[in-house]
């Protein structure tokens, strides 16, 4: 892991960078609280271990300038310091630190409390993996796609790429439910996403977006493109022989919508986009389903 250690003082500041590094991590230095702060706009650190007596931003106004910003990961911060009263540990926790721990520091028990911070870590990122993938087909799920989307049309717009989207919808899906029972719609759904998952671009990412719809992130790619690499998912899903068990075997059709970023006003909005992918997709089932259609405005 990479570790952003904050301490005005050289000494200190190489001593807890040659521990950190003795743990198997690699140690940033920052000079003070303002150096770390201007650095964690450009890059977020999982864990910081930081000082209290600094000049210009102090450690406390660190910490509680980072739980006030509230990002989307956690930030683990050890304090580290020479305040050793019982109130100024009780004042550092209370500002938002996880730990708290007074210098002169013995090395191992640092390495310690680094281990604990990775264990807590390690389960934060294993919850956030678990909010972001549909619970049936191990997807990501619409609240990933929606960061996902909102990340390519950051890169979109900087790079003046285009960005395209394909909603892909099952036609007549409720009638598998209706025949079989849900549970067999289930396993309809998951075979599904494995066909969309194998057959996508490298570069696109594919989620369920809700029911039977999946949605296709395509970064970096035009309207004609998009159009060709949809065909290709809808000849596919068509040609798929869908086993669910020894004796069913089922054939679904699918509708697509496409969209591209050219075909929009910029700014260009997830909201436009969506509303976009889906008017496309209400095209292709007017037109008679198992099709692929371009929205138009
Ligand atoms: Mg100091």
């Known amino acids: 892991m990479k570790i952003l250690t904050v301490d005005d003082s050289d000494v200190q500041l190489r001593i807890v960078k040659a521990v950190v590094k003795s743990a198997g991590h690699e140690a940033v230095g920052a000079t003070d609280g303002q150096v770390a702060w201007d650095m964690l706009q450009k890059e977020h650190y999982r864990l910081i271990i930081t000082d209290w007596m600094m000049p210009v931003l102090n450690g406390l106004e660190l910490i509680q300038r980072i739980r006030a910003a509230n990002w989307a990961s956690y930030t683990y911060i050890i304090l580290l310091t020479s305040q050793d009263t019982k109130s100024q540990v009780i004042a550092g926790l209370n500002a938002g630190a996880d730990d708290y721990l007074t210098k002169p520091f013995d090395p191992a028990e640092l390495v310690a409390r680094l281990g604990i911070a990775q264990r807590i870590l390690d389960l934060e990122a294993r919850l956030a993996d678990m909010a972001r993938q549909d619970l049936l087909t191990g997807l990501a799920n619409r609240r990933a796609l929606y960061e996902t989307?909102?990340?390519?049309?950051?890169?979109?717009?900087?790079?003046?790429?285009?960005?395209?989207?394909?909603?892909?919808?099952?036609?007549?899906?409720?009638?598998?439910?209706?025949?079989?029972?849900?549970?067999?719609?289930?396993?309809?759904?998951?075979?599904?996403?494995?066909?969309?998952?194998?057959?996508?671009?490298?570069?696109?990412?594919?989620?369920?977006?809700?029911?039977?719809?999946?949605?296709?992130?395509?970064?970096?790619?035009?309207?004609?493109q998009a159009m060709i690499a949809a065909e290709r998912l809808r000849a596919t899903l068509a040609a798929a022989q869908l086993v669910v068990t020894d004796k069913i075997s089922i054939t679904l059709n699918a509708s697509l919508g496409v969209t591209s970023t050219q075909h929009t006003p910029s700014p260009f909005t997830i909201e436009t986009l969506l509303k976009q992918t889906d008017a496309a997709l209400y095209q292709a089932k007017g037109n008679g389903r198992n099709c692929v259609r371009a929205f138009t405005a």
């Open 149 to 224: 989307l909102q990340a390519a049309l950051s890169q979109a717009t900087r790079e003046q790429s285009p960005l395209s989207l394909v909603l892909v919808d099952l036609d007549h899906f409720k009638l598998v439910n209706d025949q079989y029972g849900h549970p067999v719609g289930d396993q309809v759904l998951q075979r599904v996403a494995e066909t969309l998952s194998k057959n996508k671009r490298g570069y696109d990412t594919v989620g369920r977006w809700g029911g039977e719809e999946f949605l296709v992130i395509l970064p970096n790619t035009d309207l004609d």
